[in-house]
Nanobody, 123 residues
């Protein structure tokens, strides 16, 4: 079964860090572009950043550049989103998703989605 499962969310104070995991099964994660999206309360889902099959990162939200980093652990078939210097504006449900056509900010270019993990940044 093709699945993506996010984990690692939680409550953190402004300035803190979290590392989200995106574990893939049923396919080799490194062979596809993997995007991260987030959806804040009362807002539509937006693209945050994406890692390509060549390990190039594209940032769709300028506010996370320099704070968020994607990495892969191919042995575990898992992708990680390291989030540093978190801000209250980062509060959202975060999703990883798989695309066969490359990185895109458009949610409809992604075939498979995880269930999401909640990130809450609050003092």
């Amino acid at each position: 079964q093709v699945q993506l499962v996010e984990s690692g969310g939680g409550l953190v104070q402004p300035g803190g860090s979290l590392r989200l995991s995106c574990a893939a099964s049923g396919f080799t994660l490194a062979a596809y572009a993997i995007g991260w999206f987030r959806q804040a309360p009362a807002k539509e889902r937006e693209g945050v950043l994406c890692i390509s099959t060549s390990d190039s990162t594209t940032f769709y939200a300028d506010s996370v550049k320099g704070r968020f980093t994607i990495s892969r652990d191919n042995a575990k078939n898992t992708e990680y989103l390291q989030m540093n210097s978190l801000e209250t504006e980062d509060t959202a449900v975060y999703y990883c998703a798989e695309s066969t056509v490359g990185c895109s900010r458009n949610r409809y270019h992604y075939r498979y989605w995880g269930q999401g993990t909640q990130v809450t940044v609050s003092s």
